[in-house]
């Protein structure tokens, strides 16, 4: 059974850097696409940064320039840092993950975790 538990939302201080926890189990990471989405409410998800293999890369043009995302083989974990945070960075995130990378399109993947809130105050 896979499960994907994402962890280290909070409050934070506008400026600031997050690093969210995508656990993964019952999945081999190494072998997997592992994407991040946020959502505000009254949105729909929006799909900010994929890994695939540990090796392939990809950011929404809005965050490009302020999210990194990589991951741990040993730890079954991928990470999403943000640096500079801003308000509008507010949002429930999301892990996904599955075989291959789809595009930032959350009906293309499988499995989810329950999201961690990550919360700007300016």
């Known amino acids: 059974q896979v499960q994907v538990v994402e962890s280290g939302g909070g409050s934070v201080q506008a400026g600031g850097t997050l690093t969210l926890s995508c656990l993964v189990s019952g999945y081999s990471v190494s072998s997997a696409c592992i994407i991040w989405f946020r959502q505000t409410p009254g949105k729909e998800r929006e799909g900010v940064a994929e890994i695939y293999t540990g090796n392939s890369t990809w950011y929404a043009p809005s965050v490009k320039e302020r999210f990194t995302i990589y991951q741990d083989n040993t730890k079954h974990t991928a990470f999403l840092q943000i640096h500079s945070l801003k308000p509008e960075d507010t949002a429930m995130y999301y892990c996904?993950?599955?075989?291959?990378?789809?595009?930032?399109?959350?009906?293309?993947?499988?499995?989810w975790g329950q999201g961690t809130q990550v919360t700007v105050s300016s």
């Open positions: 996904a993950a599955d075989r291959f990378c789809r595009g930032p399109v959350e009906d293309e993947y499988r499995f």
